[in-house]
């Protein structure tokens, strides 16, 4: 499975943004697509997730009413997007897109199978 991020900027604070990704190859039927970030000094930390056959959704706490995930796809390709909205200086950081085989949503990280590259978001105050 590949991914490719995009989406990436410098904002100021209160600004929107949508990040994309593009995922192809053998998906399966009940795959999930998620967001992670990644702020210098600091570990990868759970943004947000989709799980497309079903719509279901998950967001961290620090997240929730300001980020929106949504997506669509199939067995060979999916996109998922991340609009996110009120940015904060504190939501500056690599964002990286994971895709996980199959499974309930979650928050690991290391329970992804593929990342995209990651792109950088900047909110300045």
């Known amino acids: 499975v590949q991914l490719q991020a995009s989406g990436g900027g410098l904002v100021q604070a209160g600004d929107s943004l949508s990040l994309s990704c593009a995922a192809s190859?053998?998906?399966?039927?009940?795959?999930?697509m998620g967001w992670f970030r990644q702020a210098p000094g600091r570990e990868r930390e759970f943004v947000a997730a989709?799980?497309?056959?079903?719509?279901?959704?998950?967001?961290a706490d620090s997240v929730k009413g300001r980020f929106t995930i949504s997506g669509s796809g199939d067995y060979t390709k999916s996109t998922v997007y991340l609009q996110m909205n009120i940015l904060k200086p504190e939501d500056t950081a690599v964002y990286y897109c994971?895709?996980?085989?199959?499974?309930?949503?979650?928050?690991?990280?290391?329970?992804?199978?593929?990342w995209g590259q990651g792109t950088q978001v900047t909110v300045s105050s």
């Open positions: 994971g895709f996980r085989l199959s499974g309930v949503i979650s928050t690991d990280s290391s329970t992804y199978n593929a």
């Open positions: 190859g053998r998906l399966s039927s009940s795959y999930v």
């Open positions: 989709l799980k497309p056959r079903y719509g279901s959704t998950n967001y």
